[in-house]
């Protein structure tokens, strides 16, 4: 595919993107399907880790909004809203914003910390080796998000519920989130947003304009603590967004985002097999 506007077109219905949007029709929609799914998989709760950032935020009160829909129809669901922190988080009150805003029935607080530096001190000691610091701190990165997802599903299986995920559009473009990790969840609300159509749903929601319009960040890297996603990734959300909406973007950008998408492939789909 060398044509841009064929391109553009085929991986925009790939993650079935829509270039505009009702925020409000999104939100029923959204909240319809997270209640079905819950009741049709038997189960009578969502489980979801909240950050403080905007895509959990919105994640977070269509999960509560949807639990609150199976109570109306007679079924005792409940949503569990997960702090996993590594250690202090450095924007501890956007995430207490970010509770405060979706009012979930329950609120588990788990410190990865132990865990994660655990698992590295193990591998270590079983003489694993990194090339430097930067390296050994992105396998530790990995390992927190991976460790946070242990915790969720921990709690769902306790709870008898569902993994609720945050990928939207433009992570899933440029595969940005740890495979088996942030990646992993079994209802995925916000799929076919664009970053921008995510701050719609969350302004249309009544998230605070603190955490709808907060610069996002993965926040994984102990030795490079918020770096802004948009850094990590070489190129703007303005320009993933319009992309994936069919419109024009440079040169660079588009050869970026060309080549995150191609080499990012396995993270979309199932294991490969022969």
Request: glycine share 8%; charged share 25%; with cysteine.
């Amino acid at each position: 595919m060398t044509d841009r506007p064929e391109t553009q077109s085929h991986i925009q219905q790939v993650l079935q993107v829509k270039p505009r949007i009702d925020p409000e029709q999104e939100v029923e929609a959204r909240v319809a399907f997270l209640c079905r799914k819950m009741l049709e998989s038997g189960q009578h709760a969502l489980v979801l880790g909240i950050s403080g950032g905007v895509d959990s935020t919105v994640g977070g009160r269509l999960a509560q909004l949807a639990v609150e829909r199976a109570r109306d129809q007679g079924v005792n669901a409940y949503f569990y809203a997960m702090r996993l922190p590594y250690g202090t988080q450095h924007d501890e009150d956007d995430a207490q914003q970010a509770l405060g805003f979706i009012k979930p029935d329950h609120v588990l607080t788990v410190d990865v910390k132990p865990a994660s530096d655990a698992l590295l001190d193990a591998l270590e000691e079983g003489e694993l080796t990194f090339e430097d610091a930067n390296r050994r701190d992105f396998v530790l990165g990995n390992i927190k998000a991976r460790q946070r997802m242990v915790a969720q599903y921990a709690a769902a299986g306790a709870r008898g519920g569902l993994v609720v995920g945050t990928d939207q559009a433009a992570e899933a473009l440029m595969g940005f989130f740890t495979k088996y990790g942030d990646g992993a969840c079994d209802v995925a609300p916000l799929s076919g947003l664009t970053k921008s159509q995510v701050r719609e749903v969350g302004a249309a929601l009544g998230a605070p304009a603190a955490l709808v319009e907060k610069q996002p960040t993965a926040d994984l890297e102990t030795l490079k603590p918020q770096l802004a996603d948009e850094v990590a990734l070489g190129v703007t959300y303005v320009d993933i967004d319009a992309f994936l909406v069919g419109e024009s973007v440079s040169d660079e950008a588009y050869n970026t985002i060309i080549k995150t998408y191609t080499r990012t492939e396995h993270k979309r789909q199932l294991p490969i097999t022969p």
